[in-house]
């Protein structure tokens, strides 16, 4: 229904709008690699760890990190991240076994509420689309009428209307 | 073009009841074309993503105008519904072609969508022009 690309530039546009919310989380990433990061990060606030115990605490909080988020991955998409791979990719990877997963009905829904998103935004957008799209017609019109294409008539023949009291 | 300027000749009525067909085709072949290239980059941007950028946002954009600019010349010119209707069935139809290759139950649904939401578009559009035009002034394709 969604293509990789799709989904890996809607959450990496989303990730930009939710940097607030979410922090810097980047969705190009891989699960190693932004646990390292989260993991240095953390160390760096700690004075008392100095030397090789940092490099050694780094590394085995970030094996302990990535296994918590496996497990946490595993228990709600139902498959097991490959901790190489990229964020954006896993989370496709876990949508998409979720949705296999579903009931035909349930898909079809999704799918639905899906394309009903899409015509909402478009729906959304639609009042500035009208207004050049207005303006372009205008244009056109003024041209053809110009050069010949239509004319405005007066129509003389009587219409019959009735109308109910 | 104001009332007032309305040519003696067209207030004559020397063109009632014509209707140019060929001009009207070519409306058609361009709103068909419009449509279908409407379609085709819409599938580029929401179902073969190759990243979200502004050159296909754009471009979408610009064939999504110009499609809608057609579509409006359409309704204002083809007064006949019966020709009307066909070729807004025909752009809908152009529309959706760039999906058939995926073709499922879904992709059915929405081009019956597709169909019926250009349908009461035209139907609604040519109904405004009806109650805006009580006088006897129309725009006519003329022969």
Known sequence: MISRGLFEGTLSAS????????????FSLSLREISTRLVADQIKNQPSLIGPVVSL??????????????????????????????????????FLSKINGLKKESRNLLIGVFAFLLFLTVQALSPFIRLI????????????????FGALVFESQSKEKIVLP | ML?????????????????????????????????????????????????????????????????????????????KKGLLAAIVVL???????????????????????????????????RAELEALFLTEIWTKIIP
Do not use: H
């Open chain 1, 15 to 26: 990730s930009k709008i939710l940097k607030p919310l979410m922090g810097d989380l980047d």
């Open chain 2, 91 to 125: 752009s809908a139809l152009a529309f959706f072609v760039v999906f058939l290759p995926a073709f499922n139950l879904i992709v059915a649904l929405s081009g019956l969508v597709t169909i019926i939401l250009f349908l009461s578009a035209v139907l609604a559009g």
């Open chain 1, 133 to 148: 799209a207005t303006a372009l017609a205008f244009i056109l019109y003024e041209l053809l009428m110009v050069f010949g």
């Open chain 1, 57 to 94: 605490a780094q590394k085995e909080l970030t094996e302990r990190s990535i296994a918590g988020f496996q497990q946490q991955f595993k228990s709600i998409f139902g498959i097991s991240i490959n901790p190489d791979a990229k964020l954006s990719v896993a989370l496709y990877d876990g």
């Open chain 2, 3 to 79: 009332p007032s300027q309305i040519s003696q000749e067209a207030k004559s009525s020397i063109y009632q009841g014509r209707f140019s067909y060929w001009k009207a085709s070519i409306l058609s072949v361009l709103v068909v074309i419009a449509a279908f290239f409407t379609g085709y980059f819409a599938d580029k941007s929401f179902f073969d993503f190759s990243g979200l950028n502004l050159k296909s946002s754009l471009v979408l954009l610009a064939c999504s105008v110009i499609f809608l600019a057609l579509f409006l010349l359409v309704t204002l010119f083809i007064e």
